[in-house]
């Protein structure tokens, strides 16, 4: 019975996901087929979207992706634009990537 006005306007990942892959796929596809790097600076939902479609991780297992603050992750992907190898700059404050070997 809460007002619809006193609710505080949110996004959940899941809001967050399809407006990330959506940039994803109509701006930031065509810089990668035309073999320019990328550099990609986001906040923390945005990044673990992203993260989610590149690594395929599971709605359950993106609850327990990390992204640590200030330390560029770089990663390669394969030509169907999914992660094939990625990894921290800063080795020492590294996080476990989900789904990756």
Request: net charge positive; aromatic share 6%.
């Amino acid at each position: 019975k809460i007002p619809l006005a006193a609710i505080p306007k949110t996004e959940s990942l899941k809001d967050t996901y399809l407006r990330v892959i959506k940039y994803y796929n109509t701006k930031i596809v065509d810089n990668l087929c035309d073999d320019k790097t990328v550099i990609i600076g986001a906040h923390g939902n945005s990044l673990r979207a992203l993260c989610k479609n590149l690594f395929k991780i599971s709605n359950q297992d993106i609850n327990n992706l990390e992204i640590p603050t200030g330390n560029p992750m770089i990663v390669e992907l394969d030509d169907s634009k999914l992660a094939r190898k990625a990894y921290y700059l800063d080795k020492s404050r590294a996080k476990p990537i989900i789904n990756m070997s």
